[in-house]
């Protein structure tokens, strides 16, 4: 009995003796600064082309959002006033509205006594013009969505230069520390530049898709119009 007392003591002194490992975490913010100062300069840019991104892409919706929001009711008010004669209460109307699609009607009631090619290519002109409102700066979150991962790699390609440089200059006998700041670099720019040029074409696409429907709705309206002029008297 006493052997067995003993043989537990023991086994409890061991668990005693062990070292304690405590294990360490890295966060994400702790990950970039430690990529050194090549890598904060990269991180650094990446971070003012995501606030950039970001800002483009929700002032963006907000107006296309804005733009796309028509009465279902618009082009049946006013047919009803070009049908009446009054062309004037038409014009009204699409002031009121000021949205893409009552701006192009106005273009169109504007021509009205033209010839009708006359007044297709007025509206054509005029969906031209509102096209590009929507479209504006658009183009630039397409191009951050490029140019982010190139600046990440960029800041690859600095970290591996610093990392073998730190070989080259100790003839191999570089301490890990020094290494491990290029292989930072490396990683945490290439991970960044990922990232905001993922947010940047996912937000570049989105717009593109409601663009699309407003210039859906301007592409209908024009037919409908064109459709209203085209009825006999």
């Known amino acids: 009995m006493l052997y067995f007392f003993q043989e537990d003591g023991l086994a409890q002194a061991a668990q005693d003796a062990e070292p304690i490992v405590e294990e360490k975490t890295l966060s994400l913010f702790d990950l970039f600064l430690s990529g050194g100062v090549g890598g904060q300069i990269i991180i650094g840019i990446l971070f003012i082309l995501l606030f950039a991104a970001v800002y483009i892409y929700f002032e963006r919706l ?15 008010q006013i047919k009803d006033s070009v049908v ?33 090619e006359d007044i297709n290519t007025a509206i054509e002109n005029a969906g ?5 409102k929507l479209e504006k700066n658009v183009s630039i979150l397409a ?13 690859t ?29 490396a990683m945490t720019t290439t991970v960044a530049g990922l990232i905001v040029g993922i947010i940047a074409y996912i937000g570049y696409n ?3 898709v409601k663009t699309d429907k407003v210039v859906h709705q301007m592409e209908a309206t024009a037919v409908d119009f064109l459709d209203l002029l085209n009825e006999p008297a």
């Open 206 to 208: 989105h717009l593109v």
């Open 157 to 185: 390609v600095i970290g591996m230069v610093i990392a073998f440089h730190e070989l080259a200059t100790s003839s191999g006998q570089a301490e890990m520390g020094a290494l491990a700041e290029g292989i930072y670099t």
């Open 143 to 155: 191009t951050i969505a490029g140019a982010a991962p190139m600046i990440g790699f960029l800041g």
């Open 84 to 116: 009446n004669g009054n062309i004037e209460s038409a014009r009204i109307r699409c002031a009121q509205a000021n949205s893409p699609v009552a701006r192009l009607t106005a273009k169109g009631l504007d021509r009205i006594g033209s010839p009708l």
């Open 128 to 132: 031209r013009l509102e096209v590009y």
């Open 62 to 76: 907000f107006a296309i959002k804005a733009a796309s929001e028509t009465d279902s009711n618009f082009m049946n």
